[in-house]
């Protein structure tokens, strides 16, 4: 157990319908990272933030996905009007420690879009 | 950007066998982690080593950082080794964010 949780752990929709994906991390780190990874790739970087400010967005977070993290907790990955390139797993991580280079991985959210 | 590449892409061993995979990266890295991901997904935390040796049990892994590579040992590999090892690099701009090879996929038979 890596002491990041997400959820929903699996995710089928139509095309056109929006979804939602949380993660909650290490409670003690203020960074939090969403990467996404499709089949046969490693995972690409999407969004980071610390605390409740978004200090960095991949251009792979195209104006229909947004992120948040409202109370520097836990974050929120939204996806509008999908569409089935966004099929993928959705990976959230943190830190964890004293050492805050070293990151560790939720189970992630498998998205499969119809 | 920084480039990582791993080696071998696949890899077929027997139970009990030993192997070496390698990570290449074409620039200075701030770190390093070696991850292993199950079949379920799950990303696992094998070692964070920008430099130097490390051990865990039959794993081990070296980073020689003025040449830009790092090995993961395998020992006596088990079936429970197979899944798909990554090899992941924070660039030494420091923008906070993991580069990811495309792995290695092993697998150990019985």
């Known amino acids: 157990d890596t002491g990041v949780s997400q959820n929903p752990r699996h995710k089928i929709t139509k095309r056109g319908q929006n979804v939602t994906f949380r993660c909650d991390p290490i409670?003690?780190?203020?960074?939090l990272y969403w990467y996404r990874q499709t089949l046969g790739q490693g995972p690409e970087f999407l969004t980071y933030?610390?605390?409740?400010?978004?200090?960095?967005k991949s251009r792979l977070l195209s104006d229909r996905f947004s992120a948040e993290r409202p109370k520097g907790s836990f974050s929120t990955l939204e996806i509008q009007r999908t569409e089935q390139g966004d099929s993928a797993m959705y990976l959230c991580?943190?830190?964890?420690?004293?050492?805050?280079?070293?990151?560790?991985f939720g189970e992630g959210s498998r998205l499969t879009v119809l | 950007g920084i480039q990582v590449e791993q080696s071998p892409p696949d890899l077929i061993l027997q139970e009990g066998a030993n192997s070496t995979l390698r990570c290449n990266f074409s620039d200075s890295v701030n770190n390093l982690q070696w991850f292993h991901q199950n079949p379920w997904g799950q990303l696992i935390n094998l070692f964070y080593?920008?430099?130097?040796?490390k051990q865990n049990g039959r794993l081990s892994a070296t980073t020689v950082a003025t040449e830009r590579y790092s090995l993961l040992y395998i020992s006596s590999s088990q079936t429970t080794d197979s899944g798909v090892y990554f090899c992941?690099?924070?660039?030494?701009?420091?923008?906070?964010?993991?580069?990811w090879g495309l792995g290695t996929s092993l697998a150990v038979n019985p």
């Open positions: 933030f610390q605390n409740e400010a978004q200090l960095e």
């Open positions: 409670s003690e780190h203020n960074r």
């Open positions: 991580a943190s830190p964890r420690g004293t050492n805050t280079g070293e990151l560790f």
């Open positions: 992941a690099v924070e660039s030494a701009g420091n923008n906070r964010k993991l580069i």
């Open positions: 080593i920008p430099s130097g040796t």
